[in-house]
């Protein structure tokens, strides 16, 4: 979740589904780190995302043993700082901090993305910034139970 590349492992990733949640799987989790269906992944990276480390992930119902086997672990690679400091409202730390900012009002400068369709953002590593190039190929695609929010809907 540091924006960078990391060892990924040999074997598959197993995840267990929350009882309290029902059966019915949505698209992507960030469960420490972002997984994301097999499906979703190809219409992200068909839509031009070329910064993204995968391995294989199982996500697993304890109450059947069912195990989903179409699901990957991604780590997104590249943490931009691209935050716009005049325009954006920071609630609890001082503009140029980074990792874990959060704002009442963000706005990003788009011009810093570096051509990058997706990516975490260097002041609060947990966002993902995505691209409506991207954000249109999965809509599109019919994937449901996603929500993307623009940045000046964002807290």
């Given at each position: ?82 935050v ?28 810093k ?19 409506q ?19 000046a809907?964002?807290?």
């Open positions: 979740m540091l924006g960078r590349s990391i060892p990924i492992p040999d074997r598959e990733v197993v995840f267990e589904l929350d009882p309290s949640r029902g059966r019915r799987l949505a698209p992507m989790y960030t469960a420490g780190a972002l997984i994301m269906s097999v499906e979703l992944l190809r219409v992200v990276q068909s839509s031009g995302v070329d910064n993204l480390q995968t391995a294989n992930a199982v996500i697993r119902d304890s109450r059947t043993g069912d195990r989903r086997e179409d699901y990957r672990l991604v780590n997104v690679i590249g943490a931009i700082s691209a716009d400091e005049r325009r954006s409202t920071r609630l609890d730390t001082v503009p140029g901090h980074k990792v874990d900012s959060v704002f009442r009002q963000l706005e990003v400068d788009t011009t993305a570096k051509g990058l369709l997706m990516f975490r953002l260097a002041e609060s590593l947990h966002t993902v910034l995505v691209d190039k991207v954000v249109t190929a999965i809509r599109t695609a019919g994937i449901d139970g996603m929500t993307f929010y623009s940045p809907d964002w807290i």
